[in-house]
């Protein structure tokens, strides 16, 4: 159980570019989750997948934001035309089955600074 | 839908002292409650969970919590807190209701513990 891993840790971009981040979870969770957590608060739902299918996608997701996850492995978050608004720490977690009971398994977080 | 407040945003303990911090959930079907505690540049991990029989959940590093449904309440408490326990703690929230089982994040506790 190597954890779930989030890369890049940090991100600095200009308001207008596309980022794209990954995660890696741990690797027989079939359920992935992403997150997005501002200063002072806990963490916003923003969308998950149970293996490869995308299953629901918060109202906070506009449609600059897309996520996939291709092999039902690895996911991606890709934002497009950045603002200043985005910048937050995106937090991406994974869990076992996706049951209501289960513990979520954190990554340390890609914290985007938008310029 | 369910939803999660945490009454203190920041308390203040000196080392050795009893802590509570507080927490009240809204929903109108069965959940199942959690912990989550996020130290300084760590990703968030589980403290506890409550998911049905005895209303006292121990969890962790000494931390317990007890489930109350009637004032819908789910409390975490230490009798003991060392400098160690500075962190920043969520309480969470996840059921039969949330379109998929997805957890529901409280705004976060700051707990500071004092020499």
């Known amino acids: 159980d190597t954890g779930v891993s989030q890369n890049p840790r940090h991100k600095i971009t200009k308001r207008g570019q596309n980022v794209t981040f990954r995660c890696d979870p741990i690797?027989?969770?079939?359920?992935l989750y992403w997150y997005r957590q501002t200063l002072g608060q806990g963490p916003e739902f923003l969308t998950y997948f149970q293996n490869e299918a995308q299953l629901e996608k918060s109202r906070l997701l506009s449609d600059r934001f897309s996520a996939e996850r291709p092999k039902g492995s690895f996911s991606t978050l890709e934002i497009q035309r950045t603002e200043q608004g985005d910048s937050a720490m995106y937090l991406c977690?994974?869990?076992?089955?996706?049951?209501?009971?289960?513990?979520?398994?954190f990554g340390s977080g890609t914290q985007l600074s938008v310029l | 839908a369910q939803s999660v407040t945490q009454l203190d945003s920041q308390v203040p303990v000196f080392e050795e002292a009893p802590v509570e911090l507080r927490c009240n959930y809204s929903s109108s079907v069965s959940v199942y409650l959690f912990w989550y505690v996020q130290y300084p540049n760590q990703g968030l991990q589980l403290l506890l969970k409550y998911l049905s029989g005895s209303t006292l959940v121990k969890g962790i590093n000494g931390f317990e919590a007890e489930f109350n449904k009637s004032q819908t309440s789910f409390h975490l408490r230490k009798p003991s807190v060392h400098i160690s326990d500075t962190a920043e703690y969520f309480c969470a929230v996840s059921g039969l209701n949330t379109g998929g089982f997805k957890t529901i994040f409280g705004a976060g506790t700051r707990l500071f513990v004092k020499a």
């Open positions: 690797s027989e969770h079939n359920r």
């Open positions: 977690a994974s869990s076992l089955t996706g049951t209501a009971d289960e513990k979520l398994f």
